[in-house]
């Protein structure tokens, strides 16, 4: 498994979404007391003018307030879910669904920002598609470019999401319902890296505006 903390975010996005325009520049003062994996991932999300998320919202760091020892950070892009921080706790994240109470969130502050961010390159990638009950035994061929990324589970979207990374392509399966095949989302660097795709038994792939083609051998 890919650990998290091996992933460089700048190289990261250099390679999903190209060179950043800008140089960094720091946050203001009143910034100050967030922690600084938030404060730094906002400084380095500056320098891209590509929008980085695409079904989370990240708070503009100057409008980040605690409230009741609580501050959210993120939202879904629904706002059904938000993910807070705790400033006794700059370490921890805290998530839960629109009137639940929060709960802790697996994951260090530093890695879930990686795993938001490269889970979001699926959705922002310009060469993406997806497939529904997708059989166990298609996802060896799917998967086999990449390695699973050891990220925390996590409840939303819904429980169970893996992520795969490698080769400049990216993927993440769910078994929604036992025994009704996998939800896959594949993104890549560049269209060529999804051809093959097409090629595999027993797949129904959909791409953004498209019409969709099953393979069955």
């Given at each position: 498994?890919?650990?998290?903390?091996?992933?460089?975010?700048?190289?990261?996005?250099?390679?999903?979404?190209?060179?950043?325009?800008?140089?960094?520049?720091?946050?203001?003062?009143?910034?100050?007391?967030?922690?600084?994996?938030?404060?730094?991932?906002?400084?380095?999300?500056r320098r891209w003018d590509t929008r980085l998320t695409h079904t989370t919202s990240m708070?503009?760091?100057?409008?980040?307030?605690?409230?009741?020892?609580?501050?959210?950070?993120?939202?879904?892009?629904?706002?059904?879910?938000?993910?807070?921080?705790?400033?006794?706790?700059?370490?921890?994240?805290?998530?839960?669904?629109?009137?639940d109470p929060v709960e802790r969130n697996p994951e260090r502050l530093a890695d879930f920002?990686?795993?938001?961010?490269?889970?979001?390159?699926?959705?922002?990638?310009?060469?993406?598609?997806?497939?529904?009950?997708?059989?166990?035994?298609?996802?060896?061929?799917?998967?086999?470019?990449?390695?699973?990324?050891?990220?925390?589970?996590?409840?939303?979207?819904?429980?169970?999401?893996?992520?795969?990374?490698?080769?400049?392509?990216?993927a993440e399966i769910v078994e929604v319902d036992p025994g009704s095949g996998w939800e896959?989302?594949?993104?890549?660097?560049?269209?060529?890296?999804?051809?093959?795709?097409?090629?595999?038994?027993?797949?129904?792939?959909?791409?953004?505006?498209?019409?969709?083609?099953?393979?069955?051998?």
């Amino acid at each position: 498994m890919i650990d998290p903390g091996t992933i460089d975010l700048t190289t990261f996005l250099h390679t999903w979404y190209g060179a950043p325009g800008r140089r960094a520049a720091p946050l203001p003062d009143s910034c100050d007391w967030l922690p600084g994996p938030l404060k730094d991932w906002h400084v380095l999300a500056r320098r891209w003018d590509t929008r980085l998320t695409h079904t989370t919202s990240m708070i503009p760091p100057g409008r980040i307030r605690p409230d009741d020892g609580k501050a959210v950070f993120m939202v879904d892009s629904a706002a059904d879910w938000r993910w807070c921080i705790d400033p006794d706790e700059p370490d921890s994240v805290f998530d839960a669904e629109e009137y639940d109470p929060v709960e802790r969130n697996p994951e260090r502050l530093a890695d879930f920002l990686v795993h938001n961010t490269v889970r979001e390159a699926l959705f922002g990638a310009a060469a993406r598609t997806w497939a529904l009950a997708v059989p166990d035994e298609a996802l060896p061929e799917i998967l086999s470019p990449m390695e699973e990324v050891a990220f925390g589970a996590w409840k939303w979207p819904v429980p169970g999401c893996r992520i795969f990374l490698g080769g400049g392509v990216l993927a993440e399966i769910v078994e929604v319902d036992p025994g009704s095949g996998w939800e896959v989302h594949v993104a890549a660097t560049g269209f060529a890296s999804l051809s093959r795709l097409a090629n595999i038994s027993e797949t129904h792939w959909r791409t953004p505006g498209g019409s969709a083609k099953t393979t069955q051998k």
